[in-house]
């Protein structure tokens, strides 16, 4: 919000856009955006320890990471995300998933309601929008 106008209005933001920019500050350094992207790394590496604790996962297994803030070129987030998981399981396996995180989504759900197919894989990332739908 512009504070400064009596009639303050939301400021439209893309968060893609302010995602692919910390990403890029990281880069070069900027030490707030370091901080930021240390704070959501260890919060999000904290939730995964919690699931695979909860689901009793023993170790070693493959944690496969995914989604559009992944697919940015640096690499600064995954391995701040590495080294909080394997903190707690070090054994683990980390892999940068290629396909969207909606497509294991579907497959869960298909699984849940008895639903098999061979190709249902390939059908599923054939009826995926562009890649640039997902882009971060």
Same mark, same amino acid.
């Given at each position: 919000y512009n504070q400064n106008s009596m009639n303050a209005k939301p400021i439209q933001v893309h968060?893609?856009?302010?995602?692919r920019a910390l990403l890029?500050?990281?880069?070069?350094?900027?030490?707030i955006a370091l901080e930021i992207l240390e704070q959501h790394a260890k919060g999000l590496a904290e939730i995964a320890v919690v699931?695979?604790?909860?689901?009793?996962?023993?170790?070693?297994?493959t944690l496969a990471l995914s989604g559009g803030v992944l697919k940015h070129p640096s690499r600064i987030f995954k391995d701040l995300i590495a080294k909080y998981f394997l %903190?707690? !399981?070090? $054994?683990?396996?980390?892999?940068i998933s290629q396909r969207e995180p909606v497509l294991g989504a579907l497959i869960f759900a298909f699984e849940a309601l008895g639903i098999r197919?061979?190709?249902?894989i390939?059908?599923?990332?054939?009826?995926?929008?562009? %890649?640039? !739908?997902? $882009?971060t």
């Amino acid at each position: 919000y512009n504070q400064n106008s009596m009639n303050a209005k939301p400021i439209q933001v893309h968060e893609g856009k302010i995602v692919r920019a910390l990403l890029d500050a990281s880069e070069k350094q900027d030490t707030i955006a370091l901080e930021i992207l240390e704070q959501h790394a260890k919060g999000l590496a904290e939730i995964a320890v919690v699931a695979a604790r909860k689901v009793k996962l023993e170790s070693p297994f493959t944690l496969a990471l995914s989604g559009g803030v992944l697919k940015h070129p640096s690499r600064i987030f995954k391995d701040l995300i590495a080294k909080y998981f394997l %903190a707690s !399981f070090p $054994e683990t396996t980390l892999i940068i998933s290629q396909r969207e995180p909606v497509l294991g989504a579907l497959i869960f759900a298909f699984e849940a309601l008895g639903i098999r197919s061979e190709n249902i894989i390939e059908r599923l990332e054939n009826s995926l929008p562009p %890649a640039t !739908f997902f $882009e971060t």
